[in-house]
Structure formats: structure tokens, C-alpha cells
């Protein structure tokens, strides 16, 4: 029991985190359905080509994280500061390039994700003005995210809960005054959801800097000194993670390319409702961040300390604790989403609104097993095991789910959540290829020595 109570405590402030976002996000989403399904369909397609970023971003910073808390755990600083300046510059570089990408060809870039769609010419229209507007939230982002998973990996997850909580509020308080125009303010409609999430970023990573210069923390360094890096370090950590960028790459082309897919299959209509889906979907998805974090510090710390035997033990744990909690909330998830699809999304057409009930409930159907994928995932990451993401995501998206998604978009009239709940049959697979790699053991290794 003490095992649990330590992974709740590093676990449940992620999850809260990742909570509030996610019902800040379906408020967003409910002020930009009232536009219609064309603003919401092009809001929320500029959003995923942003998620690219973040899942990008956030790849670099668990590489950078594996090895930030294992140094933890051998007591480190100097090591640890080594491994936050890698994620820091990575993050950086990462947001200098897709502001370029946001800037050069936004409507190629959405263009490809509406091909064949009804209403693509008005989505890449009006997509385009958001997605200007908001790639000057990408190097913020990076910054905060750095900082965040930092936190995170040293056992400390209720700062970064704070700070986002608060930048959430700001963000929805912002959506409301400038989308429809209240206390006096314009009504800017997709451009004043942009300058809300711009506010809001600029707030959260004003903060994160402010907190941790004051409170002197252990990883930190300042800008000034990031070129100080030790080289041999990164060469150490590209080399160990080049697989996971690999995984992690293979992982958001192939959902990208199955949003594509999905998105030929109607118009407007057909993007608004699993667009709205997923942001639904994302609630539940917070599960998946205590997972990572909780290995993360409780296994990786272990392994850092050269405690073997008991990041063994704490890993059989974490699958059993995952295995739990993800049945739970595929249960309880479905009561929540046919009260709340009807309350928030009444401003879609009822089209929509049938497609987002439906992804949904594809989504929770797999979250059981989507548990034991990202329990067995994140323990072989926290021992540097990177080449399981190579075989689990990289193949069996290139491989099986891609093509799968072309074959079923050209041969078959099936409809977007249809090809989903077919598409991700593939899981079944990756459950046989996690076990495999995890009880192998290549995981349980010290990268501090």
C-alpha cells in the first residue's frame, strides 16, 4: 500500500493537471461550436497539426527526462542540469522550425489534413488565420513544457499543476471576452481564441521562469548557460533515444494520416465531430500522463540508485495499479459522455454530434487495454530501453496501420469511427510485443554509472 500511495502522490497531480486541461479545452471547444462546424473544424485541425509539435517537443524531453531522473536518483545535480539544458535547446529548436512550417505553408499543411473533404477550401481558409496567430505560442510552449516535465521527473508534479491551472483559467477567461466580443472587447471569433491561447502561454512560461530563478532549483539553469552542455552527454542520449524519436515520429504520422483519411470521409461535419471526440477523449487520456511520470520517478529513480530488485518490484506494481485504473474509468467514461455530449456540443449538427458520441465510445472500449501498452511502455523507457518503441509503434504503424487506413479509405464505404475501431485492432499486437520487451529486462539498467 505505501507503493500506491507514493505513485497517487506523483501520479494524481499530473492527472489533475492533465484534467483541467482537458475540461478547459471542452469549454473552449463548446465557445468555438457556437461558431459552427466550420470554425470548429478548422480550430481544431490547426490544433493537431500544433499536437504534432507537442508530441514532437515533448519526445525530446523524455529523452532528456530518462536520464534527468535517474541522476536524481544517484544524487546528481550537476548531471541533472546536464540533461535539462539538452531539453531545453531540443524544445527550442523544435519551435523555431514549426514556426517557420506555420508561417511559410499554413495551407499546404492543412490542405493535407482536408483532402477530400466537402469543406476544406473554408477550413484551410479560416484555419490558416489561426494558425498564424498561434505559432507564437510554440516557443513558450517548449519552454514551459522543459520546465514542466522537469518537475515532474525530480518527484515535485504540483508546481507545474498550479502554474497550468492557472494559465487554463486565463485562457478560457480569455476565449470568453475576445470570441463573442464581452466586457467591451471586439468579438474576434477564431482570432480572439488564438489571443487567448497566446495570453495564456506567455503567462505560464513568465511563471515557470520567475519560480524557478527564485527558488534556486536543482536542474535549472539559465539561458545564458545553456551552451555549457556537456557534448558527450548528448551524443549519449541521442544515441539512446534516436529509437524513441523513431516510435514516437512513426506514432503521430500514422494518426495523422488516419485523421486525413477520416477527415475525405464528408464535410464539415465529419471534422467537427471528431475533432470534439477527441477532446473528450483527452479527459480520459489523463491516466496514461500519471503512468509515465509515476515510472518515470518511482522505477527510473530505482534504477538510477541501482536499486534493481526494487524497480522490479515496483514495475509489476505499476502494470497491476494501470490494468485497475484504466477498466474503471472505460466504465465510468461512458456514463460522463452521453450526459455531457449532448450539454456541450448542442450547437453542432446532430451529424457531429453522432460521430464525436461514437469515437468515444470506440476510445473507451480500449483504454483497458491502451493501460497495459503505456504501463509496459513507460517502465522500458525509464531503464532507457528505447528499441521496444521501435518495433511496438515504429512497425506496426508503418507496416500495419497505415496502409491498413489507405486500404480501408479506398476499398470500403465505412465511415470515420468504423475505420478507427478497425485501425486500432493493431494494439492487440503491440500488447504481445510490450510483454515481450518488458519481461526480457533489457529496461533494468543504471545509465548513471
Known sequence: MYFYREALRIAVPVMLQQLIM??????????????????????????????????LVNTSCSAGGIYLAQFRGADNPEG?????????????????????????????TLGMMTAGNASREEIISTGTIYLRLISFTLAPMAVSMAIGTSFRETGKPKIPLI???????????????????????????????????????VFEVCAFLVYVNRKKTAF????????????????KILTKSMMLFIADFSWITSETVMVALYNSRGGAETVAGMAAGWTIANIFFLLFGGIWTASTVLVGGSLGAGKLDEARCRS????????IAGTVISVFGMIFTFIIVPLVYSNLTIEARNICMGLVSVILVYIPLWSVINSQF????????????????????CFVIIPGAFVLARFTPLGPVVMFAVLKLSDVLKVFITNHFYKSERWVKNLTV
Open 22 to 55: 482537458s475540461l478547459v479545452s471542452l469549454i473552449d471547444n463548446f465557445m468555438v461550436a457556437g461558431l459552427g462546424d466550420v470554425s470548429m473544424a478548422a480550430v481544431n485541425m490547426s490544433n493537431h497539426i500544433v499536437f504534432i509539435f507537442i508530441v
Open 80 to 108: 541533472m542540469k546536464h540533461a535539462y539544458r539538452f531539453k531545453i535547446i531540443m524544445a527550442l529548436c523544435g519551435a523555431g522550425l514549426f514556426f517557420v512550417l506555420f508561417w511559410i505553408m499554413p495551407e499546404f
Open 163 to 201: 502554474i497550468s491551472a492557472i494559465a487554463t483559467i486565463i485562457n478560457t477567461i480569455g476565449n470568453w471576452i475576445f470570441i463573442y466580443g464581452n466586457l467591451g472587447a471586439p468579438r474576434l471569433e477564431v482570432t480572439g481564441a488564438a489571443i487567448a491561447t497566446i495570453i495564456a502561454r
Open 220 to 235: 535549472y539553469c539559465p539561458f545564458r548557460l545553456l551552451r555549457f552542455i556537456e557534448l558527450g552527454l548528448v551524443r
Open 316 to 323: 509489476r506494481w505499476l502494470i497491476s495499479g494501470s490494468i
Open 378 to 397: 513507460s517502465i522500458c523507457r525509464a531503464g532507457g530501453d528505447t528499441l521496444l518503441g521501435l518495433y511496438a509503434d515504429g512497425f506496426v504503424n
